[in-house]
């Protein structure tokens, strides 16, 4: 399952770093990064994150700036990432403690940053969060104007064509012109989706039969089955194995 991280540094190579150290952390990482809290807030409000890393000093021109800390207080003011992991990245001694309790954080890093501290507090970070249950996740398109609420446990299957992004759920079909089928993607973390196609993500959940012979996938819930990409399908096959038996014909 997808855990999202976002790394909010405003020194450019200090946050390149992170990224790195960050991205040796696991294998379906997806990693955000912003030098200042009016793009990050932007990124928060379209994704569903997991475990933040934020710098405390964020305008270092600024006496006394604590921007880090304002940021990570908006965080945990939205239901939508009021149970998110946050971990600080300070030079200030003596106030860990302090951020503990007025945050909640996770845990804190001392800079200068040390790779094995990094990856250490970040597995730990990511391991707590595998462990808690799966939420009914709900999620947001919006066309012409109007905001249509999708909950991912009820997408069969996502669809691109002609620019237009066709949402199969269990309830609906709903069509968001000039939507990514892979920013959407990205966005679910609840659900195990993959591709069977430049242009078609399936929910593992829903898959009734695969015939890898004919190249193609029947999903529950719907009469037409969905061809695999010739290009694909190994891959797609290497990539529902991990998630168990599957009837194959």
Same mark, same amino acid.
């Given at each position: 399952m997808k855990k999202r991280i976002l790394i909010l540094e405003d020194l450019s190579v200090s946050r390149k770093a992170l990224v790195?150290?960050?991205? #040796?952390?696991?294998? @379906?990482? $997806?990693?955000? @990064? %912003?030098?200042d809290p009016g793009s990050a807030l932007q990124c928060v409000m379209e994704n569903r994150i997991d475990l933040f890393l934020i710098d405390i000093?964020? !305008?270092p021109q600024k006496p006394n700036d604590f921007s880090g800390i304002a940021f990570a207080q908006s965080? /945990? #003011?939205?239901?939508?990432?009021?149970?998110? #992991?946050?971990? %600080? +990245? *300070? *030079?200030?001694a003596g106030l860990e403690a302090e951020l503990l309790r007025a945050v909640h954080c996770f @845990?804190?890093?001392e800079k200068p940053i040390s790779k094995q501290r990094v990856q250490k507090v970040v597995r730990e970070a990511l391991s707590k969060i595998e462990g808690r249950p799966s939420? @009914?996740?709900?999620? %947001?398109? /919006?066309?012409?104007?109007?905001t249509y609420p999708v909950y991912a446990k009820k997408v069969i299957y996502f !669809?691109? /064509?002609r620019k237009t992004l066709y949402v199969h759920t269990t309830e609906d079909l709903v069509d968001i012109p000039n939507m990514s089928l892979k920013k959407v993607v990205d966005r679910i973390q609840t659900q195990e989706l993959i591709f069977i196609s430049k242009g078609v993500a399936i929910n593992v959940n829903y898959i009734?039969? $695969?015939d890898l012979t004919n190249r193609y996938v029947k999903m529950r819930g *719907?009469?037409?089955?969905?061809? +695999?990409? !010739?290009?694909?399908?190994?891959? %797609?096959?290497?990539?529902?194995?991990?998630?168990?038996e599957v009837d194959k014909k």
């Open positions: 790195k150290m960050v991205a #040796e952390c696991g294998s @379906d990482l $997806v990693i955000y @990064d %912003f030098g000093v964020l !305008e965080i /945990r #003011e939205s239901s939508k990432h009021s149970s998110a #992991e946050i971990v %600080f +990245i *300070t *030079t200030l @845990d804190y890093i939420e @009914d996740e709900l999620i %947001f398109l /919006r066309k012409d104007r109007v !669809e691109s /064509r009734e039969y $695969v *719907t009469e037409q089955p969905l061809s +695999i990409g !010739e290009r694909m399908k190994e891959q %797609f096959w290497a990539q529902l194995m991990k998630y168990g």
